[in-house]
Antibody, heavy 116, light 108 residues
Framework: QVQLVESGGGVVQPGRSLRLSCAAS????????MNWVRQAPGKGLEWVSVIWYDGSNKNYADSVKGRFTISRDNSKNTLYLQMNSLRAEDTAVYYC?????????WGQGTLVTVTS | SYELTQPPSVSVSPGQTARITCSGDALPKQYAYWYQQKPGQAPVLVIYKDFERPSGIPERFSGSSSGTTVTLTISGVQAEDEADYYC???????????FGGGTKLTVL
């Protein structure tokens, strides 16, 4: 069955960096676009970034552009999100989601807390 | 980019029909998707491409589209349907997603 497992979250100070991972299994990872979506505590869903199935195209929300980098390793069935220059407003649960136009499967999320 | 607008809350009694709307100027051109999210859980896709239902989603969930508004309808609402519901759309190339603000469905 399809599984997406995020890891790498934690507590970090403003201005520092963190790298999230999303390990995929149960499907042909290299055939699917992948996304990161976040949800601040008590708030709605916010799309963060997308990467095409082969890594040839990437896009970012304006709120993270220039600070976050999405990547993937299809040989390891793993999606990444490198987050630099973190801010308090980046505090959220970060989900990885499979799909191009929409997320048909989501991981359980990993919590990132940015605080001094 | 553009916005998707949902009502913050909808309340219904068990067995009744709940309708949650989502409005956006691009919806006549782009598909809409609906997610259910229960507290502490990841979102689950319940409707895709305006009205298609993924396998495993109960038949009481349905979707429709009219002009700039799409609607998620839950017929015969059950207590377990109490959750937050989000609409979502994407640009034609799948280069970005946008979400509605979410609607909290309360089953009275």
């Amino acid at each position: 069955q399809v599984q997406l497992v995020e890891s790498g979250g934690g507590v970090v100070q403003p201005g520092r960096s963190l790298r999230l991972s999303c390990a995929a299994s149960g499907f042909s990872f290299s055939s699917y676009g992948m996304n990161w979506v976040r949800q601040a505590p008590g708030k709605g869903l916010e799309w963060v970034s997308v990467i095409w199935y082969d890594g040839s195209n990437k896009n970012y929300a304006d709120s993270v552009k220039g600070r976050f980098t999405i990547s993937r390793d299809n040989s390891k069935n793993t999606l990444y999100l490198q987050m630099n220059s973190l801010r308090a407003e980046d505090t959220a649960v970060y989900y990885c989601a499979r799909g191009g136009q929409a997320g048909d499967f989501w991981g359980q999320g990993t919590l990132v807390t940015v605080t001094s | 980019s553009y916005e998707l607008t949902q009502p913050p809350s909808v309340s219904v009694s068990p067995g009744q029909t709940a309708r949650i709307t989502c409005s956006g100027d691009a919806l006549p051109k782009q598909y809409a998707y609906w997610y259910q999210q229960k507290p502490g859980q990841a979102p689950v896709l319940v409707i895709y491409k305006d009205f298609e239902r993924p396998s495993g989603i109960p038949e009481r969930f349905s979707g429709s589209s009219s002009g700039t508004t799409v609607t998620l309808t839950i017929s015969g609402v059950q207590a377990e349907d109490e959750a937050d519901y989000y609409c979502q759309s994407a640009d034609s190339s799948g280069s970005y997603w946008m979400f509605g603000g979410g609607t909290k469905l309360t089953v009275l």
